[in-house]
């Protein structure tokens, strides 16, 4: 007789739950998301073998399906999937939404009217000792105390190290050694080098002397790049640090093309580009990135309430795929901060794990932008500072960059208003997207092992809809037919959804590659399998394993991923 069912990670004849232990307080350090990205081909470095290039970055097999699933499911609820027959909870009106892809290359003119070309800056300052370039914004440090010198210690490290990397520097800078480690006084408070007044007590990221950085200098994020071969000035365009401007350029193809009615929304999903001084914090700031872009069009008597629906629609949507409440935020802009044609812009933000206890990096913004971006296409650049807003004009009293000249306004049919529309802007980054989720997923707790001893495992809880693998197929043995089976369970699976099957090793092992990788369901086939049909399906959360029938396992599958 074969011996009853083991306990623990081993498939099981009926459903039982064996519920991991939560880990207290679990610390996910950035190190180890890091270090599962790259081991498990989430992510890699660009160009890696000569070196890797600062600010790129590749996906890995893993990454590929988790970012494709994340902006598809953009795409979907956004777009494709939304039905303007009816209007949504909370939305003024019903509404339609169509999408665009534009080239990344674009005429020079759209750099200039969009307002990149003069002010798509960061600020940043030169170290004149290490020739190396910062972000002012960005490079952090503490005040450092020594007898009574008092000196400001910057790091470039990430956060975990940077007040160790502080002391260390601060230790070097004043010669000390270990032994009088307690005569160097460290401040508490971790600050931004833009939050000071003078660099001459700063030590920068790179120097041994002290008031090596420059006062901050603006620098133009966009790559220049030329078109054809003779390359005049009159050829130089820019890759696109956005993918808005695309859709406004085309709002009267759109118009004219299909039959949408205001109000109505065009989405965009591509690449941009952004010569970021300091790329830093793994993706969250990369040279080469995705986003995933709405320009929302309305009348401007409505304009303030489809911002408001956009912002809490925008902020249910990444709860929606499983990030928390607790780590995300809205974070208003002050109307200080606000173009005076916005009522307001706000960023959804997440507390990733890099960042200080209560900061928070921004994943999207929502920005009502009134109606700069189609007049300023369509009149020449707008001046923010006018009000009503006017065109820039140069020296000779002439617009400072041409308009289109194209008519962009808007005629409502039924009551013959002629009217620019007023835009509402969420602007979500793939990328940013993608690292939120990883960080959120990440877990460590404890579950038993096919001896039904508990061990520490590390699962990346990803919501079914995002994870890159939907469910692993496993023979318990290489034997006794139920390689056969599970190949066969394998093949009608993957007609449907991406699949993975294994064969090889122990089947606890397999379950923990599993839960590495963020795959929700893990479908078994057993002895049992082979005389009544049925396989053990074990949820990766919960680790409960219900028996199911081979025949519906497709459904079983489907209705789980899309729940
Ligand atoms: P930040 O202040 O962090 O530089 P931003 O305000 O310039 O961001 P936006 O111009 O509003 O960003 O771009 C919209 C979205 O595009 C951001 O919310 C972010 O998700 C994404 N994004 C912008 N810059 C980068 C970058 N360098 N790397 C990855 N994603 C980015």
Redesign the pocket.
């Known amino acids: 007789m074969k011996p009853p069912p083991m306990l623990g990670e081993a498939p099981i004849a009926a459903t039982i739950i064996s519920s991991p232990t939560q880990i207290s307080n679990p610390m996910k350090s950035m190190d180890s998301i890091v270090s599962l990205c790259k081991r498990r081909g989430f992510l890699f470095q660009s160009s890696e073998i000569y070196g890797g290039v600062q600010g790129l970055w590749d996906y890995g097999p893993l990454g590929v399906e988790l970012k494709r699933n994340l902006k598809d499911a953009w795409w979907r609820d956004m777009i494709a999937g939304h039905n303007e027959l009816v209007s949504p909870a909370g939305a003024p009106s019903s509404f339609e939404m169509v999408g665009l892809d534009c080239t990344i290359l674009m005429h020079p003119q759209v750099w200039k009217n969009s307002g990149h070309y003069d002010l798509f800056h960061d600020f940043m300052v030169d170290c004149r000792e290490s020739k190396k370039r910062y972000r002012h914004d960005q490079v952090r440090g503490r005040f450092v105390e020594y007898r009574e010198t008092k000196i400001f210690v910057t790091t470039l490290a990430e956060i975990e190290h940077e007040a160790d990397e502080v002391r260390r520097r601060g230790m070097k800078y004043f010669k000390l050694r270990p032994k009088n480690a307690d005569d160097l006084t460290v401040g508490d408070e971790s600050i931004t080098l833009d939050k000071l007044d003078s660099h001459d007590e700063v030590l920068g990221p790179d120097a041994k002397s002290l008031g090596t950085l420059t006062e901050p200098r603006e620098f133009n994020l966009m790559f220049k790049t030329t078109l054809g071969a003779l390359g005049g000035e009159e050829d130089t365009t820019f890759l696109r640090p956005?993918t808005a401007q695309g859709i406004f350029v085309n709002f009267k193809n759109v118009l004219d093309s299909s039959r949408v009615k205001l109000p109505f929304g065009i989405g965009q999903v591509g690449k941009?580009f952004?010569n970021?001084i300091t790329?830093r914090n793994f993706?969250?700031?990369?040279?080469e990135?995705e986003?995933m872009?709405i320009e929302f069009f309305c009348h401007p008597s409505q304009s303030q309430a489809w911002y408001g629906y956009w912002r809490d629609r925008r902020l249910a949507w990444y709860k929606s795929l499983g990030l928390s409440d607790e780590a995300l935020i809205m974070r208003e802009h002050h109307t200080e901060e606000l173009a005076h044609y916005s009522v307001g812009t706000a960023?959804i933000e997440y507390a990733f794990p890099f960042l200080p206890e209560g900061e928070y990096?921004?994943?999207?913004?929502i920005a009502h932008r009134g109606d700069f971006d189609l007049r300023s296409h369509m009149e020449g650049k707008l001046d923010p500072s006018t009000s009503p807003m006017t065109v820039e004009l140069n020296e000779n009293g002439k617009p400072k960059y041409r308009g289109s000249g194209k008519d962009l306004s808007y005629r409502d049919e039924e009551s013959n208003e002629k009217f620019v529309p007023h835009v509402i802007e969420p602007?979500?980054?793939a990328?940013?997207?993608v690292l939120a989720f990883l960080c959120e997923a990440f877990t460590e707790d404890e579950a038993p092992d096919e001896k039904g001893k508990m061990q520490t495992r590390t699962v990346m809880k990803l919501h079914p809809r995002l994870a890159p693998i939907k469910a692993a197929v496993f023979p318990l043995v290489k034997k006794d037919g139920m390689p056969e089976v599970a190949q066969e369970i394998y093949g009608s699976l993957k007609e449907h959804f991406n699949v993975f099957y294994d064969a090889k090793g122990a089947v606890g092992r397999r379950y923990r590659r599993q839960d590495e990788a963020g795959t929700p369901y893990c479908i078994t086939v057993d002895g049992e399998s082979l005389t009544d049909k049925t396989v053990t399906i074990r949820d990766r959360d919960t680790l409960e394993q219900t028996r199911v029938k081979i025949d519906e396992i497709v459904e079983v599958v489907r209705e789980r991923v899309n729940e």
Do not use: I
């Open positions: 956005e941009s952004r970021e790329p993706t969250f700031r990369s040279r990135f986003q872009e960023d990096g921004e994943l999207e913004g602007s979500a980054g990328d940013r997207g």
